[in-house]
């Protein structure tokens, strides 16, 4: 099974940008697809973005605009680049391997630890 590793959260300033980093110990787009979630304290898991083998990408509707994934296959190695950053986005942000059934692309298996990202003057 391969295991993605969530890296490059830290403390930014609100307008500050970060970049997050998921590698995986072997073909990243093993399922067919990646993305990347965050949980807040007191909330739900939410999906921010998506990005499939082909390069395909989705976002959620708030974020549009402001995120960015992006994928490198040789590296196995999926990026989310945060801009514009604001206390609302502090959260933990988990990457996941994603499979296609149904309907939609879905996270099978257990979670990362994630990567704290905290947006605080």
């Known amino acids: 099974q391969v295991q993605l590793v969530e890296s490059g959260g830290g403390l930014v300033q609100p307008g500050g940008s970060l970049r997050l980093s998921c590698a995986a110990s072997?073909?990243?787009?093993?399922?067919?697809?990646v993305g990347w979630y965050r949980q807040a304290p007191g909330k739900q898991r939410e999906l921010v973005a998506t990005?499939?083998?082909?390069?395909?990408?989705t976002y959620a509707d708030s974020l549009k605009g402001r995120f960015i994934i992006s994928g490198d296959n040789a590296k196995n190695t999926v990026y989310l680049q945060m801009n514009s950053l604001n206390p609302e986005d502090t959260a933990v942000y988990y990457c996941?391997?994603?499979?296609?059934?149904?309907?939609?692309?879905?996270?099978?298996?257990?979670w990362g630890q994630g990567t704290q990202v905290t947006v605080s003057s």
């Open positions: 996941h391997g994603l499979v296609w059934y149904g309907s939609g692309w879905h996270a099978i298996g257990s």
């Open positions: 072997g073909s990243i787009f093993s399922g067919g697809a």
């Open positions: 990005i499939t083998s082909g390069g395909t990408t």
